[in-house]
């Protein structure tokens, strides 16, 4: 990140070490109708924007067999994220929070995560509805969703507790 993220009272950063432990491959970028990360929506069930994942050509085989998929797992790096706040204050929030629980895009690794509708594959292109990152953003890697394997209807997050 090269620009000075917004710090709010009662967020803590940390020091970032000075090398990386592994590198990452983006296979494209994410076309979507948000030009700035503020003109995102907060999460892709707000919205009903059609994007597309656009894969580097060399990718394109790995689409096979994927169009059998009516939803998808996208990971995408947020990469206009700060990275050095351990302790947030989310807006709607009356004091800070632990990164690690909460969604926001701001952490040591900004990696994001949504499950999207498939609406296609067309070469290079794959059109989903429910993704919430600005234009352009780099792409990670694309899975099969699973509904036997990755829903867990039982899940819960408790806000109350503080630590």
Avoid at 34 to 60: E, F, H, I, M, S
Avoid at 96 to 110: I, V, W
Avoid at 127 to 135: N, S, T, W
Wanted: hydrophobic share 35%.
């Amino acid at each position: 990140m090269t620009q000075t993220a917004e710090r709010r009272p009662g967020e803590d950063t940390i020091p970032l070490p000075e090398a990386f432990d592994a590198g990452v491959y983006f296979i494209g970028r994410i076309r979507t109708p948000w030009p700035g990360r503020w003109d995102c929506p907060k999460n892709g069930l707000q919205t009903d924007a059609v994007c597309t994942l656009v894969l580097d050509p060399a990718y394109t085989p790995g689409l096979q067999n994927l169009s059998g998929a009516s939803h998808l797992i996208v990971l995408y790096w947020m990469d206009e994220a700060a990275r050095d706040i351990i302790r947030q204050r989310p807006r709607h929030a009356d004091g800070s929070r632990g990164t690690f629980s909460l969604r926001s895009p701001a952490r040591p690794n900004p990696i994001a995560l949504s499950v999207v509708e498939n609406l296609g594959i067309d070469g290079v292109h794959v059109r989903v509805r429910g993704l919430d990152c600005r234009d352009g953003t780099p792409l990670l890697d694309i899975k099969p969703y699973y509904a036997s394997t990755d829903s867990r209807p039982d899940a819960t997050v408790e806000r109350a507790g503080a630590d």
